[in-house]
């Protein structure tokens, strides 16, 4: 088994200018492209490939528990001295009342956000502390709307390498800032938004040699194929119709039709989902390029309540329209108020999401309104991050009794009697 590859190349994914696959490197010296990891194929193919994967769900400890490591025969990357904790291994479940919300009774979701730091950065970002422990970086830093300063301040620490997170003033959710702070990274609170964030953390990389974590880092893109894969492989590898995701700064949704790829040429599907990328309509310029047949990215003053997916300039947007236009893929947007009632759906549910979330859920139901998608497709939606990340957003929908929203919940205050206690439950 080619468990350590020599062959592993790190080139331009334009113009394939080569790179060093051991610097600290994210864009081409030559076209500024950003940069992509390559592997040649490996030996095993279909069913002896299914195989591998399969048995390794029975070991225990080390590196083949963990639901990204696990299938690194179709990831571009080292797979020595892994600092995993383990991650993945998420369930994917019906999604109950949710499904019949979005009018696809069988609609599954795949719930990336049961990983340790409770999102599914922790695939990617596995994958890249592993890579910054190999190169010996003395810090590493990120750029982020919150998930990824969490999960990269959790694994930093586990690797003992100082963290420094750029994170957006007044626009990160309260759980994803607490995780921060708690596992120990710098956390700098800049002055301005995301896009500001991304523009300072690359300039750091590049002017004080700090090694960047950002999904621009090709590292990270490798792990977050293994949502998709560990996906398949929970479906029997009989691959959905759809597979619907939130859309934000585009790293999932490059890394999944990267992984759809690569799933096809390795004979484990015979064929590839659509890929639904679902955008909040304040902050969707990756949607407003699909309409127009992606003729070109024309970067926005994001504003959504969703603030992980709150961005205006996404940094993977080249390899993203590779992945929506090989999969047959489409780009859509929902709003706030959609948004906020799918997470209440899904979170009523019992399964429970942050908004992002939640927009690829809404998504799905628009698409069924509108036809696009029919009403007895196979979907996978992904919940990209757990319902504890964005306690205000949660108490802010329950909270207060707003014309509209069925689903509210709000809390109600009592005497501490049990004849109040009777008068409470009477009215209800
Ligand atoms: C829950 O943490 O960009 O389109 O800095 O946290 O791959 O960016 C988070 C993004 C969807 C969008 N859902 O994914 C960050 C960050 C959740 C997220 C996205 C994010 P991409």
């Given at each position: 088994m080619?468990?350590v590859?020599?062959?592993?190349i790190?080139r331009?994914?334009k113009?394939?200018?080569?790179?060093?696959?051991?610097?600290?490197?994210a864009?081409?010296?030559?076209?500024?492209?950003?940069?992509?990891?390559?592997?040649?194929?490996?030996?095993?193919?279909?069913?002896?490939?299914?195989r591998?994967?399969?048995?390794?769900?029975g070991?225990?400890?080390?590196r083949?528990?963990?639901?990204?490591?696990?299938?690194?025969?179709?990831l571009a990357?080292?797979?020595?001295?892994?600092i995993?904790?383990?991650e993945?291994?998420?369930?994917?479940?019906?999604?109950?009342?949710?499904?019949h919300?979005?009018?696809?009774?069988?609609?599954?979701?795949?719930?990336?956000?049961?990983?340790p730091?409770?999102?599914f950065?922790?695939?990617?970002?596995?994958v890249?502390?592993?890579?910054?422990?190999?190169?010996?970086a003395w810090?590493v830093?990120?750029?982020?709307?919150g998930?990824?300063?969490a999960?990269m301040?959790?694994?930093?620490?586990r690797?003992?390498i100082?963290a420094?997170?750029f994170?957006p003033?007044?626009?990160?959710a309260m759980?994803?800032l607490?995780q921060?702070?708690?596992?120990?990274?710098r956390?700098?609170?800049?002055r301005?938004?995301f896009?500001?964030c991304?523009e300072l953390?690359?300039r750091?990389a590049r002017?004080?040699?700090?090694?960047l974590l950002?999904?621009?880092?090709?590292?990270?893109?490798?792990?977050q194929?293994?949502?998709?894969?560990?996906?398949?492989?929970q479906?029997g590898?009989?691959?959905p119709?759809?597979?619907?995701?939130?859309?934000?700064n585009?790293?999932n949704?490059?890394?999944?039709?990267?992984a759809?790829?690569?799933?096809r040429d390795?004979g484990?599907?015979?064929?590839v989902?659509?890929?639904l990328?679902v955008?909040?309509?304040?902050?969707?310029?990756?949607?407003?390029a699909f309409?127009?047949?992606?003729?070109?990215?024309?970067?926005?003053?994001?504003?959504?309540v969703a603030?992980?997916i709150?961005?205006?300039?996404?940094?993977?947007?080249?390899?993203?329209?590779?992945?929506i236009?090989?999969?047959?893929?489409?780009?859509?947007?929902?709003s706030?108020?959609?948004l906020?009632?799918a997470?209440?759906?899904?979170?009523?549910?019992?399964?429970?999401?942050?908004?992002?979330?939640?927009?690829?859920?809404?998504?799905v139901?628009?698409?069924?309104?509108e036809?696009?998608i029919?009403d007895?497709?196979?979907?996978?939606?992904?919940?990209?991050?757990?319902?504890?990340?964005?306690?205000?957003?949660?108490?802010?929908?329950h909270?207060q009794?707003v014309?509209?929203?069925?689903?509210?919940?709000?809390?109600?205050e009592?005497?501490?009697?049990?004849?109040?206690?009777?008068?409470?439950?009477?009215?209800?």
């Amino acid at each position: 088994m080619q468990d350590v590859d020599e062959a592993l190349i790190l080139r331009c994914s334009k113009c394939s200018t080569a790179a060093e696959p051991d610097s600290n490197q994210a864009q081409c010296a030559v076209c500024g492209a950003l940069l992509e990891l390559v592997a040649p194929p490996p030996k095993v193919r279909g069913d002896a490939l299914r195989r591998i994967f399969a048995d390794r769900r029975g070991t225990h400890g080390g590196r083949d528990t963990s639901g990204v490591w696990r299938y690194r025969e179709l990831l571009a990357v080292r797979a020595d001295d892994v600092i995993t904790f383990p991650e993945g291994n998420t369930p994917l479940i019906h999604g109950g009342r949710a499904a019949h919300w979005a009018g696809c009774p069988t609609l599954r979701v795949k719930h990336e956000g049961l990983n340790p730091t409770g999102s599914f950065k922790d695939r990617g970002m596995t994958v890249g502390i592993t890579q910054a422990k190999r190169v010996g970086a003395w810090a590493v830093a990120c750029a982020s709307t919150g998930n990824t300063a969490a999960s990269m301040a959790a694994y930093a620490a586990r690797a003992g390498i100082p963290a420094l997170v750029f994170i957006p003033a007044g626009k990160v959710a309260m759980g994803k800032l607490s995780q921060a702070l708690a596992y120990g990274a710098r956390t700098l609170v800049v002055r301005g938004d995301f896009d500001a964030c991304l523009e300072l953390a690359r300039r750091a990389a590049r002017e004080l040699g700090i090694y960047l974590l950002n999904s621009v880092n090709p590292y990270r893109l490798e792990g977050q194929k293994t949502i998709v894969l560990e996906m398949l492989e929970q479906c029997g590898w009989d691959a959905p119709d759809w597979i619907a995701l939130p859309a934000g700064n585009l790293g999932n949704t490059a890394a999944f039709g990267m992984a759809l790829a690569a799933a096809r040429d390795c004979g484990l599907i015979s064929r590839v989902p659509r890929l639904l990328a679902v955008q909040a309509e304040g902050a969707a310029p990756f949607a407003h390029a699909f309409d127009v047949g992606f003729e070109a990215l024309q970067p926005i003053r994001p504003n959504t309540v969703a603030t992980a997916i709150n961005i205006g300039d996404p940094a993977s947007y080249d390899r993203a329209v590779r992945s929506i236009r090989e999969t047959d893929g489409i780009v859509t947007t929902v709003s706030d108020t959609e948004l906020l009632e799918a997470k209440a759906v899904i979170d009523a549910a019992g399964i429970g999401c942050e908004p992002a979330s939640a927009a690829a859920v809404a998504g799905v139901r628009r698409m069924i309104r509108e036809g696009v998608i029919s009403d007895d497709a196979d979907v996978v939606s992904v919940l990209t991050g757990h319902v504890l990340k964005d306690p205000e957003a949660t108490v802010g929908y329950h909270g207060q009794s707003v014309p509209g929203r069925a689903l509210s919940n709000p809390p109600v205050e009592i005497d501490a009697t049990i004849d109040d206690l009777r008068r409470t439950l009477d009215r209800a």
